[in-house]
T-cell receptor, first 115, second 108 residues
Framework: GAVVSQHPSWVICKSGTSVKIECRSL??????MFWYRQFPKQSLMLMAT?????????EQGVEKDKFLINHASLTLSTLTVTSAHPEDSSFYIC???????????FGSGTRLTVV | RKEVEQDPGPFNVPEGATVAFNCTYS??????FFWYRQDCRKEPKLLMS???SGNEDGRFTAQLNRASQYISLLIRDSKLSDSATYLC?????????FGSGTRLLVRP
């Protein structure tokens, strides 16, 4: 089945530093990748949608200069959290829609802790 | 009002019980509907899609009522391994909107 590989699975970083999260579609081409954030005991919130070769579309309230998304190829999308703050600590998950299927496949998530 | 609303639970049931989860959504233009399962600190995994005609997959039955904008999930003969958070998910255009999830605890 379609697999999205997400790395790293967890990361601890200092305030003010930047963290890059990668999502790769392993056996299919993901023209669109969705990036979500999930705080404890809350639902997944869509942050942005990245399309291969074009600028990402950000949801209302999500700072595009803080959460940099790059989707340079059909198999790789990256999210960079710049100048991280403790309030950015969260579970970040990517997802892609698999062609000819009604469902979406998710990466395994990245647990970010900013200290 | 949230776009997708679920009872957060938890539902605490004994093994073998039947349990039902409900979900309502606000966007009448929604086109696709799913139930996902999420284990603690893991990514969501698709449990089943939901169709207007209703569909069943083993012990799991999902129903969709478009007129009432209501989705349900029925789990029969609960197993310990069913303990998880069940997410009601609604698709509109290209976006998925997640409910906050209903937590299920199945006890021996």
């Amino acid at each position: 089945g379609a697999v999205v590989s997400q790395h790293p699975s967890w990361v601890i970083c200092k305030s003010g530093t930047s963290v890059k999260i990668e999502c790769r579609s392993l056996d299919f081409q993901a023209t669109t990748m969705f990036w979500y954030r999930q705080f404890p005991k809350q639902s997944l919130m869509l942050m942005a949608t990245s399309n291969e070769g074009s600028k990402a579309t950000y949801e209302q309230g999500v700072e595009k200069d803080k959460f940099l998304i790059n989707h340079a190829s059909l198999t790789l999308s990256t999210l960079t959290v710049t100048s991280a703050h403790p309030e950015d600590s969260s579970f970040y998950i990517c997802s892609a829609r698999v062609r000819d299927q009604r469902g979406y496949t998710f990466g395994s998530g990245t647990r970010l802790t900013v200290v | 009002r949230k776009e997708v609303e679920q009872d957060p639970g938890p539902f605490n049931v004994p093994e073998g019980a039947t349990v039902a989860f409900n979900c309502t959504y606000s966007n009448s233009a929604s086109q696709s509907f799913f139930w996902y399962r999420q284990d603690c600190r893991k990514e969501p995994k698709l449990l089943m899609s939901v169709y207007s005609s209703g569909n069943e997959d083993g012990r799991f039955t999902a129903q969709l009522n478009r007129a009432s904008q209501y989705i349900s999930l029925l789990i029969r003969d609960s197993k310990l391994s069913d303990s998880a958070t069940y997410l009601c998910v609604v698709g509109s255009s290209y976006k998925l909107i997640f409910g906050s999830g209903t937590r299920l605890l199945v006890r021996p």
